[in-house]
């Protein structure tokens, strides 16, 4: 059974139209992240939370946010989706801080139309 | 900032050989690695870790191999399979949740 789901698996937006990803996860994880991921490029991270204590990448543009209304759940948001945020979003779990192994979930492919 | 990054883009290797990838870093804060296989259209899988205080760890047909001196990490497929194509990235960790990718090899395994 999937432990981190992502929804939608893909998702289509018009330029400037505000959209939200969301993740779930079973795991009672305290750590969860946000990748961007571009074509043939490694998964660069926007943010984590743990707990509710939100870090934000110092390169993260401020078009891009996040939410976390409870363990279980966090969103990005993308404020004013422009051609460049066209990217796979990928979500991850950890346990704890540091060293710990982090679970990702399939990914959600963002189209900016 | 600080960065972790790979040698080799792709590698193609026949089936039944051994594959090497191999990974620098250069946050000598990081003390934690974790390699990750991703398939196409795929979240990264875990394949295997290591901590900072060890240079060497085995697991099911993969070895991970730390060498802090140098800031270098390699992950050794032993008897590649088919099933092993795919994009290894290698990451870093650190106790601020900062966990990076490197920039990924491609592997090709042949028949």
């Known amino acids: 059974d999937a432990m981190v789901i992502q929804n939608p698996r893909y998702q289509v937006t018009q330029f400037g139209k505000p959209v939200t990803l969301s993740c779930s996860q079973t795991?009672?994880?305290?750590?969860m992240y946000w990748y961007q991921q571009k074509s043939s490029q490694a998964p660069k991270l926007l943010f984590h939370y743990y707990d509710k204590d939100f870090n934000n990448e110092a390169d993260t543009p401020d078009n891009f946010q996040s939410r976390r209304p409870n363990t279980s759940f966090c969103f990005l948001d993308i404020r004013s989706p422009g051609l460049g945020d066209a990217a796979m979003y990928l979500c991850?779990?950890?346990?704890?801080?540091?060293?710990?192994?982090?679970?990702f979930g399939q990914g959600t492919r963002l189209t900016v139309v | 900032g600080e960065s972790v990054g790979l040698h080799l883009p792709t590698l193609s290797v026949q089936e039944g050989d051994n594959s090497i990838i191999n990974c620098a870093y250069s946050n000598s804060a990081s003390d934690y690695f974790i390699w990750y296989k991703q398939e196409s259209g795929k979240g990264p899988q875990f394949i295997i870790d290591i901590r900072s205080n060890m240079d060497k760890r085995q697991g099911q047909r993969v070895t991970v191999l730390l060498n802090k001196t140098v800031k270098h990490l390699s992950l050794q497929i032993a008897a590649t399979q088919p099933g092993d194509s795919a994009v290894y990235f290698c990451?870093?960790?650190?106790?601020?949740?900062?966990?990076?990718f490197g920039a990924g090899t491609r592997l090709t395994v042949k028949p």
């Open positions: 795991l009672n994880h305290n750590v």
């Open positions: 990451a870093e960790n650190n106790n601020n949740n900062d966990m990076r």
């Open positions: 991850a779990t950890s346990k704890m801080q540091g060293n710990t192994e982090a679970f």
